[in-house]
């Protein structure tokens, strides 16, 4: 939204006297005008009313030449009509975002029933619990699981992750299969 430049002193003071040739009742005709354009710009949802209501009054002020000269009708007609212009303009251009679309889990589901499976027939006990415990976790707290899961078994972390490749790929055709079958 772009920002629009306050009136001059001289400016205002036309505006003013467009509004009412009695500079009291000028003024107060400005108030009600000022306070009504607030109260649009709030139920419009807009949380800068304020400062919106100011660029209304300055915009109006910036034209007062050619208003004088060429508007007929209750002036404050005028305002709100540049008050829509003004909120219209503050509107997000871009459309909003779409949310992504709910992740299917059937895939996820389908590997890990086969993964399950593969498991609990191609690997030993040991293997099945040293396998998950090696992928639980996240971040820091996965490494410091290695480290001990290493430890515990008397092997570098090194000699963990080769025993953990070695084992994938003895699972890897028994799962490849597996998922096939489920395509049928």
Not at 80 to 91: D, M, R, S, T
Not at 97 to 125: F, K, M, W, Y
Request: net charge negative; charged share 30%.
């Amino acid at each position: 939204m772009k920002k629009r430049e306050p009136p001059t002193q001289e400016a205002f003071a036309k505006l003013l006297s467009w509004l009412d040739p009695d500079p009291d009742l000028a003024a107060e005709k400005h108030q009600r005008i000022y306070v009504r354009l607030v109260r649009i710009f709030a139920a419009k949802g807009c949380v800068d009313e304020g400062d919106l209501a100011d660029q209304t009054v300055n915009v109006v002020a910036r034209r007062i030449d050619w208003l004088i000269e060429n508007y007929v009708g209750d002036p404050a007609l005028y305002f709100y009509g540049v008050a829509n212009k003004i909120f219209l303009e503050q509107l997000p251009t871009k459309p909003l975002p779409v949310p992504p679309p709910p992740t299917d889990n059937t895939e996820i589901e389908r590997r890990c029933h086969c993964l399950e499976q593969c498991l609990g027939t191609d690997a030993s006990a040991e293997e099945r619990t040293m396998a998950i415990r090696y992928h639980e976790g996240e971040g820091r707290a996965r490494i410091e699981d290695r480290k001990r899961m290493a430890d515990e078994l008397g092997i570098t972390v090194n000699a963990l992750r080769i025993r953990i490749c070695h084992l994938q790929a003895r699972l890897r055709p028994c799962i490849e299969e597996c998922l096939r079958q489920l395509d049928w």
